[in-house]
């Protein structure tokens, strides 16, 4: 009765499986990946044989002037000699004036280690705040001792002074710590008058026991100079900004109103003027509302104008932060019986703060690269000393080239790098569902 | 039996000025106000010292005295022998100007940046994104100079388009690029141009009106005419009739090499353009990124669903996508105008005549007059600032979501 295939007898059976074909070549490998993304349609095609031809253009033009170039010579005119009419660029003035770029002209030679040993430091003080996950908080305390010790190496003198800074911290810390027990706005004002208090005795004893000799030499603000300039400028005024930005987005969303209005006309007077004018006003103004007598360096009132500038552009992205936050963390902060200092520094201002990590490292960035401006009132940071010294000495006079290429590339891989690191730490701190 | 009885009145003491929290905001809005008061008393008595010892006082006489300086770029008549006031004039035009230039570039660039980084071709996505990455993170000063470089030094003087053996040529024989600008044809009005001026406004008043009637007849009847032909139509063929029938009336100067410079056309001065494409070239990048976060933040929801209605790519694109991420991308691109507006202060580091070259440049040094010159140039910055933040706020108002 049951059928099998014997007794039918087929021609052919086939008993095992076929192995698998490999694909058409047009479906395979890059040729589908140029067809699907490079070739779907009439105008993508045409879009990317119009990419392609501006790349052959820039990289045949750009190619031989980079792989020609020059990087051993001592003026523009030995390099043309060298290169005999070829396209090449001369970066012989890289190699001859990178120090120039770096510190500027006027910072002593042989002490060019203590900027570049400060900046070494800049990251290992960077790291524990940057990377806090992954490293032990002991750290932070080489980070809190960072600022005076930078401070020591880049312009030297008496050691007395960072130490009497550093000790007016201290004393300040330790009265809040005893105080805030009692109440927020005791420990705040306590510390404040400690600290100044260390710090007019400090100031007197420093001037009293100033040496002749001190270990690492002074060196005046005004020869500073170069991308150190930049660096300098762009980190004392993003990290004195944050705390000042804080302050005033707390003050603007703060519900008694005279406290309220200064914090709005600041910041909107401040944003609404470019910066510029604000360094015009530290290069000329600024002066006249010091007291007679008084001479700040022009580097520290152009620091005081930048950190008013960017403190006004942080408050405002830390105040989207405060709006962001849910009525009811607040509420929740009221409920536990927390007071204001309490619920702001325990509830609000962490979540506030992550939200606003992406604004304010935009801000930073920009900050950063707004230091360029300095050189329009003759201050020589990396800009200012393209356009001044080396483009006005007669050996380098016509190598524009190859100078702004270096500084773009300079500030292209810090602020570059810097907007990475904050779309790494957002994925980091994102504690929200995916 | 319980009675409630209010609790007995406290009387006020000075300690609740500390601790109680009906009396604290008080106590600490006194401080502050005090504080402020108290700093600017002590500004200003530093201030006033500070005058006497010089033998300065405030006054804003020097706007009304002759200027003596010159200025290649400008847009109204002026001379040496105006006054710094009408300086300051020339300064604010020559800086609404690029501003007004800058914005329209830039937003034409950022929106093809924006759209082309979102395209489905691989190779223009990463293109645009080295674009956009490239500009965003290098210095705005830096792609001034660098701009401001190639038409003063690497374009050819004029000289080079001399002669037979020129190196130089003009481009279509009417746009010089030379080192000292760029010189383009002028149109010249004869009697009659008015009248084609006037036609081509109407066109575009006709146009508006031929677009209102389509979509009212679309909406009564659902008969569908065709948009772009007609409107091309409208907008051009009256005007060129008109240009033909009145006898040309309009044409163009075109610049000529007479000694050592061109004479006649319009002149660019390498400043203002070495100024406006980077202004422009920088905020596009800015505004790419903006363009790009606006339709991304729209759901894919939103475009399945026009294409479940039967609706075509194009039609998707103007009817339910545009009209929602306009609403995410017109505030952060207002704020860019105002930066363009901001940034354009940047002309003195090139030399161009806008407000900060004038009054906040020559004028200041000439004068001597720092806080009056400076306080004027904020004030200018201030209003535009506020002007146009205005402007924001009512556009954001007009279209926030009505939620009910």
């Known amino acids: 009765m049951s059928d099998t295939p014997s007794q039918r007898n087929p021609a052919f059976v086939r008993t095992e499986m076929l192995p698998e074909q490999a694909p058409p070549a047009t479906e395979t490998g890059i040729i589908k990946w140029a067809r699907e993304n490079l070739f779907s349609g009439t105008s993508n095609s045409i879009l990317t044989v119009l990419s392609i031809i501006s790349i052959y253009y820039i990289v045949v033009s750009a190619a031989p002037w980079i792989l020609n170039g020059v990087w051993n010579s001592a003026s523009i005119r030995e390099c043309r000699e060298i290169l005999e009419g070829a396209a090449g660029g001369c970066f012989a003035v890289l190699t001859e004036r990178w120090n120039q770029l770096l510190f500027g002209f006027k910072y002593p030679n042989e002490e060019y280690w203590r900027p570049g040993l400060a900046f070494v430091l800049l990251f290992v003080a960077a790291a524990p705040v940057m990377f806090f996950k992954y490293l032990p908080s002991k750290m932070l305390l080489f980070t809190a001792l960072y600022p005076f010790l930078a ?43 400690a600290a100044a208090l260390t710090w007019w005795i400090g100031g007197m004893i420093t001037s009293a026991v100033a040496p002749e000799e001190t270990l690492l030499s002074a060196v005046p603000s005004r020869d500073m100079g170069g991308f150190m300039l930049n660096l300098i400028l762009g980190t004392v005024c993003v990290s004195l900004s944050i705390p000042f930005g804080i302050a005033l987005a707390l003050g603007r969303q703060s519900n008694m109103p005279i406290i309220k209005w200064i914090c709005v006309v600041f910041i909107e007077f401040v944003r609404g003027v470019p910066l510029i004018t604000l360094l015009f006003v530290a290069n000329v103004v600024l002066a006249y509302f010091l007291p007679p007598g008084s001479n700040f360096d022009l580097i520290i009132r152009v620091i005081i104008m930048i950190t008013a500038f960017a403190s006004a552009y942080i408050a405002e992205v830390i105040r989207g932060g405060l709006a962001a936050l849910p009525t009811g963390q607040y509420e929740a902060a009221d409920s536990l019986g927390l007071d204001y200092p309490q619920a702001m520094r325990l509830i609000i201002l962490p ?35 393209i356009r001044g010294p080396i483009l006005a000495s007669t050996e380098w006079n016509g190598v524009y080239w190859e100078l702004f290429g270096a500084a773009a590339i300079l500030f292209f891989v810090v602020c570059y790098g810097i907007s990475q690191y904050s779309q790494w730490l957002e994925r980091e701190l994102a504690t929200d569902h995916r | 039996m319980t009675t409630m009885t209010d609790p007995p009145q406290e009387s006020f003491r000075l300690s609740m000025l500390l601790n109680d929290t009906r009396y604290r905001s008080y106590t ?49 008549e002026y001379d040496s022998q105006s006054s710094h006031w009408r300086a300051s004039v020339v300064g604010i035009l020559n800086t609404l100007l690029v501003a007004f230039l800058a914005c329209v570039t830039a937003t034409i660039f950022g929106v093809a940046a924006g759209v082309l980084r979102l395209s489905k071709n691989w190779l223009v996505r990463k293109l645009m994104a080295v674009y956009v990455e490239a500009f965003r993170n290098v210095p705005v000063l830096i792609w001034i100079i660098i701009i401001f470089t190639v038409m003063t030094a690497v374009l050819p003087a004029p ?15 009417a ?48 008969r569908l005419l065709p948009m ?172 926030k979501l009505k939620e009910r």
């Open chain 2, 28 to 76: 600490f809005q006194f401080i502050a106000l005090m504080a402020v008061v108290a700093l600017i008393a002590y500004l200003g008595s530093n201030l006033v010292q500070n005058l006497r010892a010089a033998g300065l006082n405030i006054s804003y006489q020097f706007l009304g005295e002759p200027s003596g300086y010159d200025i290649n770029q400008r847009l109204i």
């Open chain 2, 159 to 173: 000289r080079a388009f001399r002669g037979d053996d020129a190196t130089a040529s003009m481009l279509f024989d």
């Open chain 2, 175 to 222: 746009v010089a690029f030379t080192n000292r600008g760029v010189f383009i044809p002028s149109p010249i009005l004869a009697s009659g141009g008015w009248i084609v001026i006037l036609t081509f406004l109407a066109s575009i008043v006709g146009v508006i009106f031929y677009r209102r009637y389509a979509t009212k007849l679309l909406y009564d009847t659902g």
């Open chain 1, 151 to 193: 401070y020591w190496l880049i312009w030297g003198g008496p050691i007395l002074a960072p130490i009497f800074a550093l000790f007016g911290f201290v004393v300040g810390y330790v009265v809040w710590s005893q105080l805030v027990t009692r109440s927020f706005a005791a420990g705040f004002f306590g510390s404040i008058v």
């Open chain 1, 351 to 385: 979540q506030a703060l992550k939200i606003s990590i992406p604004g304010i490292v935009n801000v930073a960035v920009g900050l950063f690269k707004d230091t360029t401006l300095v050189s329009v009132i003759s201050m020589f940071d990396l800009v200012g000393m």
């Open chain 2, 228 to 399: 772009f032909w007609p409107s091309v139509g409208i907008l051009f063929l009256p005007s060129i009739l008109i240009f033909f029938i009145l006898g040309q009336p309009i044409s163009l100067e075109y610049p000529e090499l007479k000694g050592f410079n061109f004479q006649g056309g319009w002149t660019i001065r390498g400043s203002l353009i070495a100024l406006w494409f980077a202004l422009a070239i920088y905020t596009g990048a800015f505004i790419a990124e903006n363009v790009r976060a606006g339709i991304q933040a729209i759901s894919k929801g939103q475009t399945e669903a026009a294409a479940s209605l039967g609706l075509r790519p194009g039609r998707i694109m103007n009817l339910v996508i545009l009209p929602q991420a306009l609403r995410v991308i017109i505030p952060p691109l207002i704020s860019q105008y105002l930066n363009i507006t901001k940034n354009s202060s940047l002309a003195i580091a090139v030399g161009y005549m806008d407000i900060t070259g004038t009054l906040g440049g020559i004028t200041l040094n000439q004068t001597g007059r720092a806080i009056e010159a400076v306080l004027l140039l904020m004030l200018f910055y201030l209003v535009i600032s506020l002007s146009i933040s205005a402007v924001m706020n009512i556009y954001n108002n007009a279209v």
